[in-house]
């Protein structure tokens, strides 16, 4: 179950999206899209990003946009809606859990 009290990433000063343009979540092709990916993957807030957004997406508040590496849903689809969102979800939860990894053997 998602904590719904988490803090929104735009309070965390050492983001990596602090400062970018917020065009460059909206991709409109495959090349730009694989950066999004890469620039969120070097973030070091990815972890809590991606825990935060799970809540967020299955309340319908994240759409079309990427967070956390992750592309929201799309606000129109054959898949239904709610659907659309949990897969958003469980494709977040897999990036926290990824990323909380890589920070442990980090430290290790
Ligand atoms: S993971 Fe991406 S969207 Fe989230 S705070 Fe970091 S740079 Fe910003």
């Known amino acids: 179950m998602a904590n719904q009290n988490l803090p929104d990433p735009v309070t ?4 990596a999206c602090r400062g970018v343009d917020q065009d460059f979540f909206f991709p ?10 890469r620039f969120c993957g ?21 759409a079309e946009s990427f967070v956390a590496g992750v592309q929201m849903p799309q606000l129109y689809g054959k898949t239904p809606r709610q659907k659309r ?12 859990e990824a990323a909380r990894g890589a920070r442990m053997e980090g430290a290790a």
Not at 28 to 33: G, M
Not at 53 to 58: D, G, K, N, T
């Open 42 to 62: 070097g973030c070091p807030r990815l972890a809590e990003c991606a825990d935060w957004a799970i809540s967020e997406v299955l309340a319908g508040r994240l």
């Open 12 to 15: 965390f000063s050492d983001r």
């Open 85 to 96: 969102r949990e897969n958003a979800a469980a494709e977040l939860a897999e990036v926290a």
């Open 28 to 37: 409109s092709d495959a090349e730009q899209k694989r950066m999004v990916r």
